[in-house]
């Protein structure tokens, strides 16, 4: 694992050094590239030197506004940051969009893992109608020129409208001049695997990327979606069949995405009863990256 942050070091030192609730796991035969536990105070921002706010990044016919305030994101002041949906007099929705400073490109002959653990709020499932908390990659590639898909896309856990399905799935190539049709991931639909959840309490989601294929044969590397530790889909080079768009996904730089949509294309739009505040958030005990 490659990274381009300088606050590495840092986050090593903080991982060895607390023992808070929600710390990354100690998995044996890895180690910590890169982490958050976020602790800090109740109502403080996440912290700068590894996350930016994203604001204008509305792709699917979002309704939130995206914002810096602590009332759509903030720690919690228990080592964990939320995500709050609210919605104003007027009707309107604000959430929080968080993306990491840093980039990581799964190294070769090593096996990169990324993880988060995280439960959402535990209002009733009526009440989340147009919610779509996501927890995701995107290519860096396209920071730097290069539309979606072709930048590649490593979903990890998205939901929608509050039901008990959980999907990770992968965007990449597209059509022959970058148009979201067609391609090794089937655009714009994607190449989708779920998982049940067994309700909205704190789970583990994690995206293994394995490169310790002998030889260096692209075919036969794996990207493999976990909830709890159990795979529940796996993507092979050999799947996607095409070296260089595969190297979107496994051999390129990515940065990390969490955020809470509302409305948009694939949940639809809230209802009368979609609810705003904390019984309706995502909750993020950790993110890490981890390599073996
Ligand atoms: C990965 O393994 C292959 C095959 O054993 C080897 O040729 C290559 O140098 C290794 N690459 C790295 C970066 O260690």
């Not at 699917?60 to 602590?70: D, F, H, R």
């Not at 989708?192 to 294929?213: A, E, F, K, M």
Request: aromatic share 10%.
């Amino acid at each position: 694992m490659h990274f381009s942050a300088a606050t590495a070091t840092a986050s090593l030192f903080t991982f060895f050094s607390l023992a808070s609730a929600g710390a990354v796991p100690a998995y044996p035969g890895y180690k910590v590239i890169w982490s958050d536990e976020f602790t800090g105070e109740a109502g403080a921002p996440p912290s700068y030197s590894k996350w930016n706010y994203a604001l204008n990044t509305d792709t699917n016919n979002e309704l939130q506004a995206y914002t810096t305030s602590n009332q759509n994101v903030q720690l919690s002041g228990g080592s964990t940051v939320q995500f709050v949906p609210r919605k104003d007099a007027t009707g309107k929705w604000s959430s929080g969009r968080l993306e990491s400073q840093a980039t990581f490109t799964p190294s070769a002959n090593r096996t990169t893992l990324v993880e988060a653990s995280i439960r959402f709020g535990d209002l009733a499932t009526s009440q989340k109608k147009g919610l779509w908390p996501a927890f995701w990659m995107l290519g860096d590639a396209i920071h730097h020129g290069t539309s979606w898909p072709a930048c590649g896309e490593l979903d990890i856990m998205e939901t929608i409208n509050g039901l008990l399905t959980g999907y990770g799935t992968a965007h990449c190539g597209g059509g022959a001049n970058g148009e979201a049709v067609g391609g090794p991931c089937n655009e714009p639909m994607g190449v989708p695997h779920t998982v049940l959840l067994p309700d909205y309490g704190w789970h583990t989601w994690s995206l293994s990327i394995d490169r310790t294929n002998a030889g260096g044969d692209w075919r036969a590397e794996k990207i493999s979606w976990l909830l709890d530790g159990k795979v529940y889909g796996t993507l092979m080079g050999s799947d996607i069949n095409d070296e260089g768009v595969w190297a979107t996904l496994a051999r390129s730089p990515l940065f990390i995405i969490l955020n809470l949509a509302v409305g948009g294309d694939w949940p639809g739009q809230p209802d009368a009863n979609t609810a705003d505040g904390y019984g309706n958030m995502m909750e993020v005990e950790y993110v890490a990256v981890l390599e073996a």
